[in-house]
């Protein structure tokens, strides 16, 4: 158990809806990613929170946004859906965005639009 | 673009024999590298890592062993187990750590 929880396991929707992904890091951890693993894809970096402020985007669609409460829990939005987002949603967190220290995943949240 | 690859989508290696995984990068300011394992309906788990300063580190049957000359990485699991199939994804960090760039994965297949 990695210590970092992911909401829902599993959602299917439909093309133009909406929906919140939603991400509970470690304890102590401040940092937390997201990244999108679409069918049998490496890993792609979508955006990183530290301590509530945005520290890193990667290839996050403007269709989607996320954010980082005061509690540290974060949340992913993704709008107006197409085919092309069904994919399995990583969560991660770390100690500290800044350190040298590895990031630790939770279980994914397999999103299908149809 | 991938400035993370693994050109090996799957391996096949017998019990008690050693696995090497391998990983190129194309970035040379990457200095911090990862190793994950993945099973099925799991997020990636850490294995080791390895920062630029160092060849070589290693845990248990696990070594990493980083060749920055040829930016090159490689896993070697020593000795396989049945246990070690699973997916495996290496990653690399830049100086702020703040992006991880991952692999597409390798599928390790530890045969009985």
């Known amino acids: 158990d990695s210590g970092v929880t992911q909401t829902p396991k599993h959602l299917i929707t439909a093309t133009g809806q909406r929906v919140t992904l939603r991400c509970s890091p470690r304890?102590?951890?401040?940092?937390v990613y997201w990244y999108q693993q679409s069918l049998d894809q490496g890993l792609q970096f979508l955006i990183q929170?530290?301590?509530?402020?945005?520290?890193a985007k990667g290839n996050i669609l403007e269709r989607f946004s996320a954010q980082q409460f005061p509690d540290l829990h974060s949340e992913l939005n993704l709008s107006s859906l197409e085919l092309g987002d069904s994919a399995l949603y990583f969560c991660?967190?770390?100690?500290?965005?800044?350190?040298?220290?590895?990031?630790?995943f939770g279980n994914g949240t397999r999103l299908t639009v149809t | 673009d991938q400035q993370v690859k693994q050109n090996s989508p799957s391996l096949s290696v017998q019990e008690g024999r050693i696995s090497i995984l391998n990983c190129d990068y194309t970035?040379?300011?990457?200095?911090?590298f990862l190793w994950y394992k993945k099973y099925p309906a799991e997020g990636p788990t850490f294995l080791i890592s390895?920062?630029?300063?160092?060849d070589k580190n290693e845990d248990g049957r696990f070594t990493v062993f980083l060749n920055k000359s040829a930016k090159h990485l490689s896993l070697h699991i020593v000795p396989s187990q049945p246990g070690d199939s699973a997916v495996y994804f290496c990653?690399?960090?830049?100086?702020?750590?703040?992006?991880?760039?991952f692999g597409s994965g390798t599928k390790l297949n530890v045969k009985p």
């Open positions: 991660a967190s770390s100690v500290d965005g800044g350190l040298a220290s590895p990031l630790h």
């Open positions: 304890s102590g951890d401040l940092s």
């Open positions: 929170y530290y301590n509530g402020e945005e520290r």
């Open positions: 970035n040379s300011m990457f200095d911090y």
């Open positions: 390895i920062s630029s300063i160092k």
């Open positions: 990653a690399a960090s830049l100086y702020n750590f703040n992006k991880f760039y």
